[in-house]
């Protein structure tokens, strides 16, 4: 099994909503990431955890609040988005073999804030 | 910080023509990777180069690294419509440890006509 997934696939948002973005793999990686990604810009790295602990936090908004309940579910908590925010949020999970940290796509949330 | 940085941008080819995409990166790394993006999809891994002089091949792509010039190269042999995709590099310059960051370049948008 090498997926990631990734729920709701598509969100409509106000601002003063409160929404929730979760991720499962199933695959034992212990590295998970969430990435935000603009229309044809490069996915921007937002949060990583490394066996269950933040582990890199660059300097994202408040409003995005990342959890971690276990080696398997990422979930990012959304509170008073703008619209800007609005984008393709992407999870990812690796787990170094060797030199190789191959990072492995969910198929991403597309979120709208309205 | 680190930059990476790709051209072209945009590339419309013929198929059956081959061309070549370059990742220049600011920085010292020996890990350098590959993505490949479909409109609206998420990123699929494609290639891992991990030494000076790796290259690797995937049917009608290859892809090298001169860690030297920090510079890949991602080479496509007779296009076919099939590959028309955007495509990312990403440079990792961590040890190759779960969790490391790792820095996308600014994509190729590969579009191939008949």
């Known amino acids: 099994d090498t997926e990631v997934t990734q729920t709701p696939k598509h969100l409509v948002m106000g601002m003063t909503n409160k929404k929730s973005l979760k991720c499962e793999q199933h695959?034992?990686?212990?590295?998970m990431y969430w990435y935000k990604q603009k229309a044809k810009k490069p996915p921007e790295l937002m949060f990583v955890?490394?066996?269950?602990?933040?582990?890199i936090n660059e300097s994202v908004p408040s409003r995005f609040s990342p959890e971690c309940p276990n080696s398997s579910l990422l979930n990012l908590h959304l509170h008073a988005l703008q619209p800007e925010d609005s984008a393709l949020y992407l999870c990812?999970?690796?787990?170094?073999?060797?030199?190789?940290?191959?990072?492995?796509f969910g198929p991403g949330t597309r979120l709208t804030v309205l | 910080e680190l930059k990476v940085e790709q051209n072209p941008l945009f590339l419309s080819m013929q198929e059956g023509k081959n061309y070549t995409i370059y990742c220049n990166y600011s920085?010292?790394?020996?890990?350098l990777y590959w993505y490949r993006q479909d409109p609206g999809k998420s990123l699929e891994s494609l290639f891992v180069?991990?030494?000076?002089?790796a290259v690797k091949q995937e049917g009608r792509l290859m892809a090298s690294l001169d860690t030297k010039a920090r510079l890949s190269t991602l080479h496509i042999t007779a296009a076919v419509h099939d590959l028309s995709a955007t495509y990312f590099c990403?440079?990792?310059?961590?040890?190759?440890?779960?969790?490391?960051?790792?820095?996308f370049g600014t994509g190729t948008r590969l579009a191939v006509r008949p």
């Open positions: 695959m034992g990686h212990r590295a």
């Open positions: 990812a999970s690796s787990q170094a073999s060797g030199a190789v940290d191959t990072q492995y």
């Open positions: 180069l991990l030494s000076n002089g």
């Open positions: 920085t010292t790394s020996d890990r």
């Open positions: 955890y490394s066996y269950e602990k933040l582990s």
């Open positions: 990403a440079v990792d310059p961590g040890r190759g440890s779960s969790g490391d960051k790792l820095t």
